[in-house]
């Protein structure tokens, strides 16, 4: 809860910039009376009355609407009062500067929604939902993030803890009364219980996943030799003209980023300087910064131009990815086994150009190239024939489905916490099936439910809030 003595705080809730309306929000047990001082008037709760918002000097800032929500009916659980005027920033900075000068405080970012989850209004799934919500870059993303401020998550977790705590009272029942040969697998039915609960967070972990692919989307790095077609394959996939493209081999010289919308699922390409060896300093510096990107590539596609490469043979293609990692030194395939098989793993080869060839038809296939199953796409930018393969590829990939109307929106710290939970359930389970102590079983489950807590911030560090609440725009 927020301490009794909480100071009142104060921003513009809108976006910066000229609109038709900018509002600033207070927030705290003078709110009241700043929004009164500041409009001279007394103001009703839930009521919308039109004002005068006056300086301090008796100076007319802006003519508007001052709302009051009296405390704990509002969206932060304290006393708040909404001052609407007029969306210039001149006109809102002044507002803010009243409301400081008569002693509010200027809010950290996030702190209203932390205020609303502090006071019980919202719990953190919530809280982070709002962020993701304003932050969401389409349609998809921002009815998921809608689902999980409506609580879809946060039931989903609230079963799960109940399903938990259900299973919990039988094991720690049964420890108590051990003299009493209760055994607890077949006389309570706890270890149907422990699978039943096992598969409900199976499926809460695979729809929070579809949610995290949903906001954050996939991350694809284009890389190849100068001239391949990279760039023209990003303009193809985005649709733009983002990229210069020339026939002249070393037109990219620096990182090019395109976010692109594949049916709802948001794909982040990254266009890279082709791989060869320079002297030219720019072009080297170029060459680098496409090496640093594959880091963060969950799809590399490796581009060839079909008229110079076979796609029987995907070595020579792979040999300008690794001389451009490793440099122009033959690789070392033995010493770099680890690393070459996180990088085969991600990598697909897009044999372009095929409107060239004449023995390239458009499709996908795969082939084996040592340990790895590698996937071949032959397409052409230009005539953008073969496209959709790779399209369909990327969905597949982010194991998207842009039908998942249950869906609801979910960070990475969820997934690792599920995924936790997940652990210590499965190692509950195992505890009663090899007849371990009951304690252990009980040690597992009760941090099977501390996992599930920190999700919905039950449990949760002032680290772990902080983290999250700084990420949020200022005034909300
Ligand atoms: N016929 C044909 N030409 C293509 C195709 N894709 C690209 N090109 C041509 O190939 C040349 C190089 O294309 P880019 O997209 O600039 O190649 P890049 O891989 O980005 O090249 P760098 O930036 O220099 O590394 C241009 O003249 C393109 O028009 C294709 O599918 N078919
Ligand atoms: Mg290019």
Known sequence: MIKEDADTICAIATATGRGGIGIVRLSGPEALA???RITGLTLQPRLATFVDMMSSNCELIDSGIALYFKAPHSFTGENV??????????VLQSLLEQCIARGARLAAPGEFTERAFLNGKIDLLQAEAIADLIDAS????????????????????????????RIRVNVETAIDFTDEDIDIMTDTGVA???ETASQRLTDVFEAA????????????VLVGAPNAGKSSLLNALAGTDTAIVTDIPGTTRDVIRQEINLNGLPVHIIDTAGMRD???VVEREGVKRAVTALDEADLILLVADSAVYSDQEPGPVLQTLFAGKYGDTAIDEATHLTELAQLLNRVCVVYNKIDLTECHEPGVSSTHYQDHVLKLFRLSAKTRTGLDDLRDHLSELAGYQSSGEGNFSARERHLTALSNAQESLESAISGVCEHLPLELVAEDLRR??????AITGEVSSDDLLGEIFSNFCIGK
């Open 209 to 220: 996943h579809q949610g995290l692919v949903v906001k954050d989307g996939i991350t694809v």
């Open 448 to 453: 099977v439910q501390t996992f599930l807590g």
């Open 34 to 36: 700043i929004g009164q």
């Open 278 to 280: 320079s002297e030219d």
């Open 81 to 90: 009062v909404e001052l609407q005027g007029h969306g210039g920033p001149q």
């Open 138 to 165: 389409s349609a998809q993303a921002a009815r998921s993030a809608m689902r999980t401020l409506k609580g879809v998550f946060s039931e989903k977790i609230h079963q799960l803890v109940e399903d938990i705590t």
């Open 192 to 194: 149907e219980a422990m």
